[in-house]
């Protein structure tokens, strides 16, 4: 909540009258009051203060209350301010300050002086005013519990907190319980409590206030509204995010846009935002409010300055220290002109700005300020508060970067302490301040401590995905996790390396580690959609299918057109859809917290020459003066075998950026022109060879990450044996190794399998098409920009519009082939009948094989937000394979009868009905590929067929030769339906093709990834 208190309502109360000599002027003033002319009577001010001079009475101090009146509805505040001083002088020259109207005008003098940041004017008008009401209304009418209300607000922004409370609790008493007023007051103390730290306290008022509120006022009443916004900012203060974004959005959708309530829920919502990671819809929201801060308040108002200290948090986090900086100096100019340099807002202030000087290193500016925000704190809070605790995190940082890092160490432990005190082990803060504290033990090489501090911080990690994830959409969940969570596994991985020789336990960490958050993002939005069919609510699961709905239609409009307006409001509309269902189905997947699984576990799934091998990639870090990231890519082995006694096997590879660059280039390129390779062993393989051959494994069970997500490693020739990898290891590609240690007997029970192929491109077409000789033709429309939109980047892969998409022969020969090999018939699908709402109304087929084009479009240039949508960036929308009816779509723009476009990206795979489904293999070019996003795999094809629900996937790294293709995928069903394990029989189906295409580039394209 905004640190200032709603503004109070100008009473601007009728004065009484008084029998008397009533002079013209007076008649001209209140004629022109009562017709609202403002404008003129504000201008008798001058001729008002030459009677006055004349007499002391009521009339003239009724007269200064209508021309105070009529300046402050034209915005001028302060000569308002004059005008009601003057009233007030009169009233107390004539003995009236038990009067009705002298209570008026101290109310008004309230509201104004709060409304231009005098606050300690506006407590001690307050203070007057309580003692006027007091006496005149009595203690438990509603005007002096207003003005309760009103003084403990500003006794608050005064920093008089104990005032406050005491004035509040005290007057509480005096109520009658379940009364309106002592719901108002209990809410304000609340609020007060939360305010103050007092985290419990406050929990435990709120929750007794809201059925009082609820029974006197409403459900949509303004106090029920100011209720659930204090209660979100509660929530805010204690870290838990996920409560206080839904508060806030219960109460922005009852408020409406000119309440200021809905400024204050709009302003707090943007800060849960920003604490989930989302910086660009936080920095978004604040650049809106500041705009009609501006416009209704003015630029020197408290709450403009609010929000231009709000907006600066935000840039800070994104690394735009100058526009934070100058933002902040305005915050500071604006409140020292209002309400002076030692308020507790100003210091917050003055913290914010050393931490952006802290953050872009110029700490000598930093140290000073954080120094007197720090005694600030500490004077007028206690040594216990979380504000203190934080300005002494940055203090501490300060110094650290400055050389002083023996001072940094303790500031950085102090606020640990105070944290854990105050908001608890499980606050994002105790993860930060935790995080840099094992930071500074591992640059002092003090490994055994910082491996201890380091495992407190990935606790709160865990807690925070266990207590987050389930109610945010999959795109909030990957803000959050690779802003907020993943850069730290990334440091501590670096720390391991270094320290293994001392403590080499910390390997066994690393292993864990990456076995519980490796695809963390995929696994919860899974939960979300088992958690949706398992409640069995008739309600719940239309309005999921209405939100798969409304994503159809977004992956249509992305197809269709270039413009970005459309398909950015309809995104619009699916978030708010997938929140809900999220939310809905939250409690189902907070029964389900993920278990956490270690190497042990692995190891015990394993038999003797076998091996589980997860591939780590980090990027290196240096914790010197503060910290930071290098360039450096890293990537390294860890290996479990049953031989294994405390903890994994490390295999370093010190050559990450290269792997991912120069010596990818040159496996690309060897495949791609069918050259020998005589480094990509050495590079990607041979270390992990040298400890296979040592430890006589045979059977390797490798998870991929990073560039290993890209390459075939079975492609890969040994140059001292002249085999390939394929024949020297059995190697079993799975998403994850605590597969092993998590699989449980296979219940599924799929349908029927189905087949699907040569699909008829043109449907419009009568004769004999040209079609592609099958020797040398391939599967693929493949790569290009997209910039112009996903038309134009499979247009410029037709053959031209005479020939169009080459028809692919081998894939009818290779479903004619395959499905007389099952036992049960399969569902055949060919021609016009290979489309692709044939496939969105498959239903959990045991098997389902897709033979056709594929595509993978990679970007030409960084796209801008003029030239591209915010769903464009979505990866699912890169991928994706051609149907029947596609090349119409790809000439005229316009859908098929079946209201399809005859492209099936991976966005819209992930609808698809698999549950069931045991495996798919999709026989086409790169259906492999994708966006690789650390941690998480392949952003494709890959992802959006495993979250459809399917156990094991075939899919392809680069473009399959038509012929080669489809006699792999006769080799591999005969195996299979011969007995074999899928796994098996695709292995023995690669090694029987290459003993007719001896080029990898034929029998090496394809890989099988599953449990």
């Given at each position: ?181 002592y719901a108002l007051l209990l809410l304000k103390l609340g609020d007060l409590y939360s305010y103050a ?276 959409t999959e795109e909030e969940k990957a803000k959050f996790y690779y802003n907020k969570i993943r850069p ?200 992990l060879a040298d400890y296979l051959q040592k430890n006589k494994i045979q059977k390797v069970y490798l ?309």
């Open positions: 909540m905004k640190c200032f208190p709603c503004l109070l309502a100008l009473l601007l109360i009728g004065v009484t009258s008084y029998t008397q000599d009533i002079p013209k002027l007076y008649l001209d003033i209140e004629s022109n009051f009562n017709s609202e002319n403002y404008e003129a009577c504000s201008k008798m001010e001058k001729a008002l203060a030459e009677l006055a001079l004349q007499r002391n009475d009521t009339l003239v101090a009724n007269g200064y209350y209508y021309i105070g009146f009529a300046n402050s509805m034209l915005g001028k505040t302060e000569k308002a301010i004059s005008q009601f001083e003057k009233e007030k002088s009169i009233r107390e020259s004539l003995g009236l300050q038990s009067s009705e109207d002298y209570g008026n005008v101290l109310s008004n003098l309230v509201g104004l002086y709060f409304e231009i940041g005098n606050n300690e004017k506006a407590a001690s008008m307050a203070y007057q005013l309580l003692e006027n009401d007091k006496k005149n209304y009595g203690i438990t009418s509603d005007v002096y519990v207003q003005t309760v209300l009103n003084t403990a607000s500003v006794l608050r922004d005064v920093d008089k907190l104990k005032e406050a409370q005491t004035l509040l609790e005290s007057n509480i008493k005096q109520q009658e319980k379940s009364s309106a007023n730290g007092l985290y419990s306290k406050a929990g435990k008022t709120l929750s007794e206030v809201f059925p009082i509120i609820e029974k006197q006022f409403g459900l949509n009443s303004p106090e029920y509204l100011d209720a659930l916004v204090i209660t979100g900012t509660h929530y805010v203060r204690q870290g838990k995010y996920p409560e206080a974004e839904e508060t806030f959005d219960q109460a922005l959708d009852l408020l409406k846009p000119e309440e200021e309530t809905y400024m204050s829920a709009l302003n707090d919502q943007a800060l849960v935002y920003r604490s989930l990671g989302q910086l660009e819809k936080a920095e978004k929201i604040f650049t809106e409010i500041k705009v009609m801060d501006s416009a209704t308040l003015g630029t020197t108002h408290p709450y403009y300055a609010i929000t231009l200290s709000n907006l600066a948090l935000i840039q800070t986090d994104a690394g735009k220290y100058k526009e934070a900086e100058n933002n902040l100096l305005k915050t500071l100019a604006i409140q020292k002109a209002n309400g002076g340099t030692k308020s507790l807002t100003y210091t917050r202030t003055q913290t914010l700005l050393a931490r952006v000087y802290q953050s872009a290193g110029q700490v000598e500016k930093a140290i000073p300020l954080l120094e007197q925000s720090s005694t600030i704190f500490k004077t007028k809070l206690g040594d216990k508060d979380p504000d203190y605790a934080w300005a002494l995190f940055n203090l501490g940082m300060a110094n650290w970067k400055a050389g002083k890092g023996s001072v940094g160490i303790k500031q950085l432990k102090t606020a640990a302490s105070i944290i854990t005190a105050s908001l608890g082990k499980n606050h994002q803060r105790y993860a930060e301040t935790s995080q840099k504290i094992a930071e500074y033990q591992w640059l002092q090489k003090q490994n055994k401590e910082a491996q201890q501090t380091f495992g407190e911080v990935f606790n709160n990690y865990y807690n925070q995905i266990d207590v987050t994830f389930p109610v945010l730290s596994f990334d440091k501590f991985n670096a720390f391991a390396v270094q320290s293994k020789e001392e403590i080499p336990s910390v390997l066994a960490e690393v292993y864990d580690h990456q076995i519980n958050t490796k695809a963390v993002i995929m696994l919860s939005t899974e939960k979300v959609k088992q958690g949706i069919k398992s409640m069995n609510d008739p309600s719940l699961m239309t309005q999921f299918e209405e939100w798969q709905g409304i994503k159809e239609q977004i992956a249509k409009l992305y197809g269709q057109r270039d413009e970005s307006q459309s398909i950015d409001s309809l995104v619009n509309v699916a978030n708010i859809y997938e929140k809900e269902l999220t939310r809905k189905s939250s409690a189902f997947a907070s029964q389900y917290i993920r278990k956490k699984y270690s190497w042990l576990d692995v190891q015990k799934a394993l038999k003797p020459n076998e091996a589980a091998v997860e591939v780590i990639r980090f990027t290196n870090y240096n914790p010197e003066n503060g910290g930071a990231f290098t360039n450096e890519i890293r990537y390294a082995f860890l290996v479990v075998t049953t031989q294994t006694k405390t903890q994994p096997d490390i295999i370093l590879l010190n050559n990450g950026n290269e792997l991912e660059s120069k010596f990818m280039n040159f496996y690309r390129n060897s495949i791609r022109f069918q050259q020998e390779d005589p480094y990509s062993y050495k590079n990607y393989f041979e270390s998870s991929s990450e990073g560039v290993y997500n890209q390459i075939n490693l079975n492609s890969i020739r040994n140059p001292f044996t002249q085999k390939y990898i394929l024949d020297e290891y059995d190697v079993h590609l799975l998403n994850n190794t605590r597969e092993l240690a998590s699989n449980m007997p296979d219940k599924r029970v799929g349908q029927a399998p189905v087949l699907l192929g040569f699909p008829k491109f043109n449907l419009e077409e009568t004769g004999n098409k040209k079609v592609a000789e099958t020797r040398g033709a391939t599967r693929s429309i493949t790569r290009g920009g997209i910039t112009r939109g996903f038309r134009g980047g499979l247009l410029r892969y037709m053959r031209g519009e005479e020939d169009g998409i080459s028809v692919l022969p081998g894939t009818e020969k290779e479903i004619n082939e395959i499905s007389v090999l099952f036992q049960d018939k399969p569902h055949v699908f060919m021609e016009s009948q290979a489309a692709e709402h044939t496939i969105k109304e498959v239903n959990n087929p045991r098997v389902l094989h897709i033979a056709t084009h594929g595509y993978f479009l990679e970007d030409e240039a960084p796209a801008t937000e003029a030239t591209q949508s915010q769903y464009v960036a979505n990866p699912l929308l890169k991928a994706g394979l051609i149907l029947a009816g596609a090349e119409n779509f790809l000439l005229t723009g316009n859908l098929n009868e079946s209201g399809d476009d005859g492209i099936l990206t991976a966005y819209e795979a992930m609808n698809l009905n698999l549950d069931d489904t045991d495996l798919v293999v999709l026989s086409a070019c790169e259906t492999g590929l994708g966006q690789v996003k650390n941690g998480e795999g392949v952003y494709g094809l890959q992802r959006a067929f495993r979250l459809a629900g399917t156990k094991n996937i075939v899919m392809s790294l680069w473009s399959v030769d038509d012929e080669a293709t489809q006699e792999l995928m006769s080799l591999f069903y005969k195996e299979m339906l011969g007995g074999k394990t899928q796994h098996e029989a695709f292995r023995v189906a690669q090694q029987q093709l290459k003993l007719k295409f001896k080029q990898p580039f034929y029998w090496g394209a394809f890989i099988m990834v599953g449990e």
